[in-house]
Antibody, heavy 119, light 108 residues
């Protein structure tokens, strides 16, 4: 079975950085693109960016450009999302999702990682 | 940037049909996805390419897309269908993925 398993909850102070991991299993990691999406409490899903797990190419949302870095470790079948200069409004659940090979949708999602930014 | 508009809430009685809309400028020219999200859970893909269902998704869930509106239809609604529903498209102009604001389905 295909799974994406994310790292655990984090609490950070404003100005710090956070790095969330997303470990894939049940399929060949390098054949799909991994996306990162976040959801602030009571808010809509918000796309942050993607990484092509095969060649490492990335694309970021304009909103997060300069603050977000998405990377991967193919030997560990794991994608990472690092967000810097954290603000309280970055408090959210961060989700990774696999894009289907046809490029049409996100078919498998991680369980989510709660990141709390507070003094 | 491209925007998707969904009604905040829809209510329906069990056994009836629920229709949820997703509005966007010429959305009919884009591929629309629909996701179901229950409280505390990750989203689940319900519909892709406007109207295709992944394996395991019941035929009660269907989608359509034309003009400026895409629609998710749930037939014979069950209590377990209570959830938030999000539409999504890829905007080629910005090369960004965009989600709607979500519709909360309440089963009366």
């Amino acid at each position: 079975q295909v799974h994406l398993v994310q790292s655990g909850a984090e609490v950070k102070k404003p100005g710090a950085s956070v790095k969330v991991s997303c470990k894939a299993s049940g399929y060949t990691f390098t054949t799909n693109t991994i996306h990162w999406v976040r959801q602030a409490p009571g808010q809509r899903l918000e796309w942050m960016g993607w990484i092509n797990a095969g060649n490492g190419n990335t694309k970021y949302s304009h909103k997060f450009q300069g603050r977000v870095t998405i990377s991967r470790d193919t030997s560990a079948s794991t994608a990472y999302m690092e967000l810097s200069s954290l603000k309280p409004e970055d408090t959210a659940v961060y989700l990774c999702a696999r894009e289907v090979s046809s490029g049409s949708a996100f078919d498998i999602w991680g369980q989510g990682t709660m990141v709390t930014v507070s003094t | 940037s491209y925007e998707l508009t969904q009604p905040p809430s829809v209510s329906v009685a069990p056994g009836k049909t629920a229709r949820m809309t997703c509005g966007g400028n010429n959305i009919g020219s884009k591929n629309v996805q629909w996701y179901q999200q229950k409280p505390g859970q990750a989203p689940v893909l319900l519909i892709y390419y406007d109207s295709d269902r992944p394996s395991g998704i019941p035929e009660r869930f269907s989608g359509s897309n034309s003009g400026n509106t895409a629609t998710l239809t749930i037939s014979r609604v069950e209590a377990g269908d209570e959830a938030d529903y999000y539409c999504q498209v890829w905007d080629s102009t910005s090369d960004h993925w965009v989600f709607g604001g979500g519709t909360k389905l309440t089963v009366l």
